[in-house]
């Protein structure tokens, strides 16, 4: 699966999620953006890596601080040949207590910061003839969010109607387009947001009786984004540990 000399750009890399990615693609040979709203939190991670990396703080939601970023990226690793679009922020407010502003910041990282991305590396990818976008949606988009609030789950709802559309233009240009759709990965984000009681609930409806690991969750990512995944595109990988079979 290697992507020996790749330029991978992964956003939300200085999460417990994106750094899972981050090692999985440095141990694959690839030279990693690694790209955060959290520029201190960013530049304390980058000097520990070993492999060629930028680090490079953007908020997703900015249309020109993507556009800047890219710029920043490409000229410090070279043309981008995977983006792993995985910055996201979580709500677990149902809709009467969903405020307008959380909507739209929900919606403006998850979403539009995704399509900010991708606009910005695809004309690259559709020249060269090779490409791989990945975006990380989740469970909630077909549960109306099990635990997750009404804007989250709408968000990852709309993620993976990008990816089918990107999908779909892209594939005659060399460049796939997959989401990956994750539950309970074992992060902050999770056990953070549940006590011990709603922890065992949610275990307890988990067919293999576990949450997700990061380093399994980023390995399936590696996948989507390896030469071997050339004819898949338009797909939504579960990886929910059978906790909904379709």
């Known amino acids: 699966?290697?992507?020996?000399?790749k330029t991978?750009?992964?956003?939300?890399?200085?999460?417990?999620?994106g750094m899972?990615?981050?090692?999985?693609?440095?141990?694959?040979?690839?030279?990693?953006?690694?790209?955060?709203?959290?520029?201190?939190?960013l530049d304390s991670v980058v000097r520990f890596l070993r492999g060629?990396?930028?680090?490079?703080?953007?908020?997703?939601?900015?249309?020109?601080?993507?556009?800047?970023?890219?710029?920043?990226?490409e000229a410090q690793l070279g043309p981008v040949d995977v983006l792993i679009n995985n910055a996201g922020v979580l709500s677990n407010n149902k809709a009467e207590a969903t405020d307008d502003g959380e909507w739209r910041r929900v919606m403006a990282v998850?979403?539009?910061?995704?399509?900010?991305?991708?606009?910005?590396?695809?004309?690259?990818?559709?020249?060269?003839?090779?490409?791989?976008?990945?975006?990380?949606?989740?469970?909630?988009?077909k549960t109306g969010g099990l635990t997750a609030g009404t804007s989250?789950?709408?968000s990852k709802g709309a993620l993976a109607s990008l990816t089918f559309s990107l999908a779909r233009e892209a594939a005659p240009h060399g460049v796939t387009v997959n989401a990956i759709a994750p539950a309970y990965v074992k992060t902050p984000m999770v056990t953070e947001q549940l006590n011990e009681a709603q922890q065992r609930?949610?275990?307890?409806?988990?067919p293999v009786g576990?949450?997700?690991e990061p380093e399994e969750f980023a390995h399936a990512v590696c996948f989507l984004a390896s030469p071997l995944a050339g004819f898949i595109t338009g797909e939504v990988l579960d990886l929910n540990g059978g906790l909904q079979m379709d």
Request: hydrophobic share 50%; net charge positive; aromatic share 6%.
């Open 201 to 206: 609930q949610i275990l307890a409806q988990i």
């Open 52 to 73: 060629t990396t930028a680090g490079v703080p953007c908020d997703v939601s900015d249309p020109a601080a993507v556009r800047q970023a890219h710029a920043q990226v």
């Open 1 to 5: 699966m290697s992507l020996k000399d």
């Open 152 to 154: 989250y789950a709408a």
């Open 110 to 141: 998850n979403v539009d910061g995704a399509f900010y991305w991708s606009r910005a590396v695809l004309p690259g990818m559709k020249k060269r003839g090779w490409g791989r976008i990945v975006n990380v949606a989740s469970l909630a988009a």
């Open 210 to 212: 576990r949450f997700c």
């Open 20 to 41: 899972a990615l981050v090692r999985a693609m440095l141990e694959d040979g690839a030279r990693v953006g690694l790209v955060d709203v959290d520029a201190l939190r």
């Open 8 to 17: 991978v750009v992964i956003t939300g890399a200085a999460g417990a999620m």
